[in-house]
T-cell receptor, first 113, second 113 residues
Framework: EPEVTQTPSHQVTQMGQEVILRCVPI?????FYWYRQILGQKVEFLVS????????KSEIFDDQFSVERPDGSNFTLKIRSTKLEDSAMYFC???????????FGQGTRLTVV | GNSVTQMEGPVTLSEEAFLTINCTYT??????LFWYVQYPGEGLQLLLK?????DKGSNKGFEATYRKETTSFHLEKGSVQVSDSAVYFC????????????FGTGTRLTIIP
């Protein structure tokens, strides 16, 4: 069964460093998303991406965040200068055109120290 | 804006007990409704969905009915198993082509043998 793949599963970084979280969405999907879940809290929408551009972003997704689809398969989330409060589980998700359901990856746990 | 209110947890039940996890929503337009499940150490998996009023979603013995009149989508299972122990998230997409997911806070379910 096709799945969304995220790497790495766990990333530890020092405050102020840049991190790139990587995702390979399901191959025939056209809509891509990043969500995050701070430990013990609800899952929050960060950004959606379609047709090589951001279609919507939340207030969490400030200038420190960026997304990119550098080739036909990868979808990345970059945090330019990490803060302690960026520590969370980051989920990549993708969806097929039409009324398809959204499928999530296993997540990358980001720990900022 | 859209929101999802979910039954507070944690919920602890004995094996073979009847399960109900309440979920109500606020949305404009014609939302689609979802239940996602997060097993320990894993990502989010779609459990079931309903896209219009009076639809019933079902999977793995779980059911939920889209009730527009009460703006609810309660999750039920007639006889739970230890393997159902997980965190359950109610979620919606807003319709009008807006397919980002808005999640509830999650309900942690523990089943005791």
């Amino acid at each position: 069964e096709p799945e969304v793949t995220q790497t790495p599963s766990h990333q530890v970084t020092q405050m102020g460093q840049e991190v790139i979280l990587r995702c390979v969405p399901i191959s025939n999907h056209l809509y891509f998303y990043w969500y995050r879940q701070i430990l013990g809290q609800k899952v929050e929408f960060l950004v959606s991406f379609y047709n090589n551009e951001i279609s919507e972003k939340s207030e969490i997704f400030d200038d420190q965040f960026s997304v990119e689809r550098p080739d036909g398969s990868n979808f990345t989330l970059k945090i330019r200068s990490t803060k302690l409060e960026d520590s969370a589980m980051y989920f990549c998700a993708s969806r097929a055109p039409g009324q398809g359901s959204t499928f999530f990856g296993q997540g990358t746990r980001l720990t900022v120290v | 804006g859209n929101s999802v209110t979910q039954m507070e947890g944690p919920v602890t039940l004995s094996e073979e007990a009847f399960l109900t996890i309440n979920c109500t929503y606020t949305a404009t337009g014609y939302p689609s409704l979802f239940w996602y499940v997060q097993y320990p150490g894993e990502g989010l998996q779609l459990l079931l969905k309903a896209t219009k009023a009076d639809d019933k979603g079902s999977n793995k013995g779980f059911e939920a009915t889209y009730r527009k009149e009460t703006t609810s989508f309660h999750l039920e299972k007639g006889s739970v198993q230890v393997s159902d122990s997980a965190v359950y998230f109610c979620a919606l997409t807003g319709g009008f082509g807006n397919e980002k997911l808005t999640f509830g806070t999650g309900t942690r379910l523990t089943i005791i043998p």
